[in-house]
């Protein structure tokens, strides 16, 4: 059996910077049962002492990204006194870089979130995507910053989400032997699209899980290596004609693709440089 740990994570924001790095960091042992906890918008309160009673009564370990200094000395304090296993985040790295740029931090919470101008593009960018899914607007490819091309199942629709929560305005467009390419696709710089691709056995995988889905036979046309084949071929000879970079999204997660993608075509991290 799996051995069981329980972790709390605990926030003076809305704490996903915190899941993560507890994801990532318990996600390199496997055989670990882990439950995850999120506390948000953690004060130094009633409520903090009930979390952290909670956590001894689980022999939890906690994690925070707390960055008011006295409500981490009551985490820190109370975990070293009950010995609970526990991380400081963010403190660690604000006390190095202050020291490096002989500065006090604000100490101030939820920087990350405020309502910059940056949060407004994001959501601008968001309404964008949703708008110029799928090839719904083809007028839309024009004003992207992003043009993704992509066969059925080759994660476009995803993807286009995710890079648009990055500040990206994405235009994407399901291609095929069937399908029509609007004229206007051939007016965009090659530079600002990417052609997407998979291996034959993960789209055949992911297609007969598709009908299955559906209550369909799961040996189907769509599913069948002939067609997907000649999609495949198909869609190469545009990414060749186009000009445009290629990605192959097999064995690799969104988060991966992207990364990719704002790499070569000189995206920096949620601004476009």
Not at 174 to 198: H, R
Request: with cysteine; hydrophobic share 40%; net charge negative.
């Amino acid at each position: 059996m799996k051995e069981k740990l329980n972790v709390f994570v605990l926030s003076d924001g809305v704490g996903e910077t915190a899941l993560r790095v507890a994801k990532a960091a318990f996600a390199q042992f496997p055989d670990m049962d882990t439950t995850y906890t999120k506390y948000p918008f953690v004060k130094n309160n009633p409520q903090l002492e009930n979390i952290l009673e909670m956590a001894k009564n689980a022999q939890a370990v906690i994690l925070h990204t707390i960055v008011s200094t006295e409500t981490c000395n009551v985490i820190n304090e109370f975990c070293q006194t009950n010995h609970l296993v526990y991380y400081d985040i963010l403190n660690p790295i604000i006390g190095t870089f202050s020291q490096m740029v002989h500065q006090k931090p604000l100490r101030k919470k939820g920087l990350l979130h405020e309502l910059d101008q940056d949060y407004f593009d994001m959501i601008s960018a968001m309404e964008f995507t949703v708008t110029n899914d799928d090839g719904q607007n083809p007028k839309g490819f024009l004003e992207a910053d992003l043009v993704l091309l992509g066969i059925s199942r080759t994660s476009k629709t995803p993807l286009s989400l995710y890079l648009a929560n990055k500040n990206i305005k994405v235009a994407n467009l399901p291609i095929g032997p069937s399908l029509a390419i609007p004229d206007e696709l051939w007016d965009v710089d090659p530079k600002k699209i990417v052609g997407l691709t998979n291996d034959m056995n993960v789209l055949q995988k992911i297609r007969r899980q598709r009908m299955i889905a559906y209550g369909l036979d799961a040996n189907t046309t769509y599913s069948g290596e002939e067609e997907i084949q000649k999609e495949l071929d198909y869609s190469n000879k545009i990414y060749e004609k186009l000009g445009c970079p290629v990605i192959n999204v097999a064995e690799r997660s969104i988060e991966e693709t992207a990364a990719i993608i704002m790499e070569q075509l000189n995206f920096n991290g949620y601004k476009k440089s």
